[in-house]
Nanobody, 118 residues
Framework: QVQLVESGGGLVQAGGSLRLSCAAS????????MGWFRQAPGKEREFVAH????????VYATSVKDRFVISRDNVGNTVYLQMNSLKPEDTAVYYC???????????WGQGTQVTVSS
């Protein structure tokens, strides 16, 4: 079992930055992949980025590549999503998720709202 708690959302102007955090309850995450997803009003949830905890390998959606950075803190068992050059279309509820290697995402946080004003 992994419990995930997100924080760091809020309201920001276009071009600004926000950093989201996701604290994981599980002590050992070496066999996990941690991901960020988002869901805008009226749209389906979409993948944003993920990081393999052990290797640190990252993958990004094309829409956020070169603007967002996902990272992890091994000591605090926390995953971050640094969001730069934010656009109004980045407005969404952002969810942290976790899965074991080679499995689908099984654990989800409660979500945190990010609103980007134009």
């Amino acid at each position: 079992q992994v419990q995930l708690v997100e924080s760091g959302g809020g309201l920001v102007q276009a071009g600004g930055s926000l950093r989201l955090s996701c604290a994981a309850s599980r002590r050992t995450l070496s066999q996990y992949v941690m991901g960020w997803f988002r869901q805008a009003p009226g749209k389906e949830r979409e993948f944003v980025a993920h990081i393999a905890w052990s290797s640190g390998i990252t993958v990004y959606a094309t829409s956020v590549k070169d603007r967002f950075v996902i990272s992890r803190d091994n000591v605090g068992n926390t995953v971050y999503l640094q969001m730069n050059s934010l656009k109004p279309e980045d407005t969404a509820v952002y969810y942290c998720a976790a899965r074991e290697l080679l499995r689908t995402y099984e654990y989800w946080g409660q979500g945190t709202q990010v609103t980007v004003s134009s």
